[in-house]
């Protein structure tokens, strides 16, 4: 299994720019995440789903949008990139098996936006 | 307030001392997960606790759910140790996962 894996690794924008950070998870995991970390701050949630057609908020969705139309992908879009979401990026998935629940992350994405 | 607040922001220790990390989160929980982020940046999951102790080699982590208080041991610390562990909670009424700000760990040989 590759487990969770993000593209891409490192992306520069410019303002204003579009673009799509891309996610996949080959375990069958209903539930997926993004979350972003900053500098002195913990990771914050973005948008989650709970299984394919199902998205909602996090904490953090202004300027995010996402989609669930297979389990296995949850891609993150920013529709006009500005400064203040130049962030590392995670993805992250989990399973629930009787009571146990392991989160798993991905490699992580750096997004710069200038 | 943060939900989560972890101490001590950092660690400096040197290699074979027991290491304790301290986390206090201040809303109802039906989880606590202990992380861990390497240099690298990667991130993977060290625990998912809900009540008691759990062991893994030489980390152990515990949680006392009334004083909304978890720990993260390491015993027989060694440089391979140092990391940002992160403690994560998912309350009550979310299902996703609020994060305090890490401890990061050096273990020096």
């Known amino acids: 299994n590759a487990g969770v894996t993000q593209t891409p690794k490192f992306q520069v924008l410019k303002t204003g720019q579009s673009m799509t950070l891309q996610c996949a998870q080959d375990?069958?995991?209903?539930?997926m995440s993004w979350y972003r970390q900053d500098p002195g701050m913990g990771l914050r949630l973005i948008h989650y789903?709970?299984?394919?057609?199902?998205?909602d908020q996090g904490e953090v969705p202004n300027g995010y949008n996402v989609s669930r139309s297979t389990t296995e992908d949850f891609p993150l879009r920013l529709l006009s990139a500005a400064p203040s979401q130049t962030s590392v990026y995670f993805c992250?998935?989990?399973?629930?098996?009787?009571?146990?629940?392991?989160?798993?992350f991905g490699p992580g994405t750096r997004l710069l936006v200038l | 307030k943060n939900e989560v607040e972890q101490s001590p922001q950092n660690l400096t220790a040197q290699e074979g001392e027991f290491i304790t990390i301290n986390c206090s989160y201040s809303?109802?929980?039906?989880?606590l997960h202990w992380l861990q982020q390497h240099p690298g940046g990667g991130i993977v999951s060290l625990f998912m606790l809900s009540s008691g102790k759990k062991k893994h080699g030489r980390l152990i982590a515990t949680i006392n759910i009334q004083e909304k208080h978890s720990s993260l041991h390491i015993t027989a610390s060694h440089p391979r140790d140092s990391a940002v562990y992160i403690c994560a909670v998912r309350s009550l009424r979310a299902d996703g996962l609020t994060f305090g700000k890490g401890t990061h760990l050096i273990i020096q040989p």
């Open positions: 992250a998935s989990k399973n629930r098996l009787a009571g146990v629940e392991t989160q798993y």
């Open positions: 375990m069958n995991h209903e539930y």
């Open positions: 789903s709970v299984g394919a057609g199902i998205t």
């Open positions: 809303v109802g929980i039906s989880a």
